[in-house]
């Protein structure tokens, strides 16, 4: 009888044994409070979605589209960056742009004809052909491009759209600064699918 009472008793958590669980819970509940509220001001900071306006990226991004960007200034060969470029619009608000990322700090550029058509020009960067895959259409003297050479500054970039022959950009002799740069594009959204019916797809998706 004696030995029955004292098993059962054995079997019973003691006091201490349920604070400890409480505690585990309360601190286990702490860490998910925390982890979630961590991704919530890291993706509020970081991660953001920015609509494109203009065509000069075309054919990687479009008018109208969306690209979501993470907030950095580490920008390198062949990103596609989103930059102050310093102007400003009738309400004060700052005007961005996107181009790609063609040559940074210290590559010479140099900008020369085509041997066999004198209309179109390529570029190199250190003396090796930068990549012409993702352009719009070959680069032109109808598009502002001439033959020059040219050596990225400190702390700057050397930017083309996409779209070379409709672009504002470094061909036209200016260059972006580090500090301007407002992030790094990874995703493009388009806000239509083939459907036209506005839900986003697989097929919307690039870079």
Not at 7 to 23: A, F, L, R, V
Request: charged share 25%; glycine share 8%; hydrophobic share 35%.
């Amino acid at each position: 009888m004696n030995d029955t009472l004292l098993n059962n008793d054995e079997s019973i958590p003691s006091k201490t044994q349920k604070k400890n669980k409480i505690w585990g819970f309360i601190v286990w509940i702490a860490v998910l409070v925390a982890l979630a509220t961590g991704v919530f001001f890291f993706t509020r900071s970081f991660i953001v979605k920015w609509p494109i306006e203009g065509s000069s990226m075309l054919p990687t991004i479009e008018d109208e589209d969306f690209v979501i960007i993470f907030r950095t200034q580490n920008a390198h060969i062949n990103d596609i960056i989103i930059f102050d470029t310093g102007r400003k619009y009738e309400n004060g608000g700052a005007i961005y742009n996107i181009k790609r990322v063609i040559g940074k700090e210290g590559d010479t550029l140099e900008i020369k004809r085509d041997e066999n058509d004198s209309s179109v020009f390529h570029i190199y960067r250190n003396g090796e052909l930068v990549d012409e895959s993702r352009i719009n259409s070959p680069m032109l003297a109808s598009g502002g491009y001439y033959e020059q050479t040219v050596v990225v500054p400190e702390g700057s970039f050397y930017v083309l759209g996409d779209n070379r022959n409709f672009s504002h950009d470094s061909h036209a002799g200016f260059f972006i600064k580090k500090e301007s740069i407002e992030g790094v594009a990874f995703i493009r959204i388009n806000p239509k699918d083939a459907d036209g019916d506005g839900k986003i797809d697989k097929n919307n998706y690039s870079f």
